[in-house]
């Protein structure tokens, strides 16, 4: 069954399965259509300015039982849930249909970011096709699984209005900003949203970032990204094609997920992550680092070839690049993320990840200027 997105980040929008079933003019009548149940899901406070304020009204079918959502399991994390603040990345598998359970965060909003096969996620807000590549919300309260299968479900919902909704984002369609003349841009450029941590302006509990394939064409400038210690936790990861500061560095990270032995293939892989903790020097490995400064002063497609040939799809309904388009993936925090001792001792850790650092020797001479 094809998905009809509704449009629009942030606006207030509205639902209905069957003709009047949303109220008019009210949320609460005295009798609503249909035998339903009128439900607030909040997402803030109810004493938030109207501007922030965040709330959808549910015309359910009445009470609902939840279960919890199994298939998740926790790589790094920082901050504290009875605070509700803070965050945890967590890897998943999803290779069946949710029978008579769903899941809802009550602490905070759930981020999916599929690397491999699509994800029908079902919400109380209705149905969303997530392919690999696609950026998922899920808003806190909101019930939701990915996907369900059952007879009376969490999921009776006839209508619904409101601002507090799931929605999904192509992360390829991002168009970030670039210096067309020299030096590198702040990587800021390529956040695409964020969660303040109300500690001082531009400081994030998270920073969701994404480097999708662009063209950089500044002169005199390194193409790829340059070295450097961060005051930020930098969890990184891979989901389609190269990246373009390993070219050469080892399969894994941290931790990685690309489903094996983290030796079966070289550089960094899709499925790969790597996590940088603040203030660790890191960067473009040897190859590319060596690659880039002896590149031609020329524009330069960055995570693709400057030609791709065109997209297919494959038996799955999936479009694939036959170039191998690179899209990547950064969440970056003011917290010290620190590892779970599944991902620090897993089979998937890569034990010589710093040795794609390793050609970056020591090459000062005084007398070459």
């Avoid at 699509?118 to 939701?144: D, I, K, Q, S, Y």
């Avoid at 984002?169 to 210096?179: G, I």
């Avoid at 994030?204 to 961060?230: G, I, K, M």
């Avoid at 899709?270 to 190859?287: E, I, N, Q, R, T």
């Amino acid at each position: 069954m094809a998905v009809a997105p509704l449009w629009g980040f942030g606006n207030e929008l509205s639902s209905e399965a069957l003709p009047g079933a949303l109220p008019r003019g009210q949320f609460t009548p005295r009798r609503v259509a249909y035998g339903l149940y009128a439900e607030q899901l909040s997402g803030t406070a109810f004493t938030v300015p109207r501007a922030t304020n965040a709330r959808t009204w549910l015309g359910g079918g009445g009470a609902r039982g939840v279960d919890f959502l199994g298939g998740l399991v926790a790589v790094a994390g920082a901050g504290s849930p009875d605070e509700r603040s803070g965050l945890t990345i967590y890897v998943y598998a999803c290779s069946g249909d949710m029978v008579d359970c769903a899941a809802t965060f009550a602490d905070g909003e759930l981020l999916l970011l599929p690397q491999a096969g699509a994800l029908r996620l079902v919400t109380e807000a209705g149905v969303l096709a997530v392919p690999p590549g696609t950026l998922a919300v899920v808003p806190r309260g909101m019930r939701f699984a990915a996907p369900y299968r059952a007879g009376h479900t969490p999921f009776d919902v006839v209508a619904w209005h409101g601002n507090h909704l799931p929605y999904t984002f192509d992360l390829a369609d991002y168009c970030p900003v670039n210096a067309v003349r020299y030096e590198h841009l702040d990587p800021s450029i390529f956040t695409v949203l964020t969660v303040p941590s109300g500690t001082a302006p531009g400081v994030a509990v998270l920073d969701v970032v994404v480097f999708p394939p662009r063209w950089s064409v500044a002169e005199h400038t390194l193409r790829a990204p340059y070295l450097h210690r961060n005051g930020m936790s930098e969890f990184m990861g891979l989901l389609r094609g190269v990246y373009d500061a390993k070219a050469g560095g080892s399969a894994g990270g941290a931790t990685a997920g690309n489903g094996g032995d983290a030796d079966d293939e070289s550089g960094f892989v899709p499925g790969s992550a790597s996590l940088h903790p603040p203030h660790s020097p890191h960067g473009p490995d040897a190859v590319s680092y060596s690659a880039s400064e002896a590149a031609p002063d020329a524009p330069v497609r960055m995570g693709r070839a400057p030609a791709p040939a065109a997209a297919t799809a494959g038996a799955d309904g999936e479009v694939h690049d036959a170039d191998g388009g690179g899209l990547a993936f950064m969440f970056e925090s003011s917290m010290m993320l620190r590892l779970t001792d599944w991902a620090a001792s897993g089979p998937c850790v890569d034990a010589n990840y710093l040795d794609c650092w390793a050609g970056l020797v020591s090459r000062f001479d005084a007398t070459r200027p």
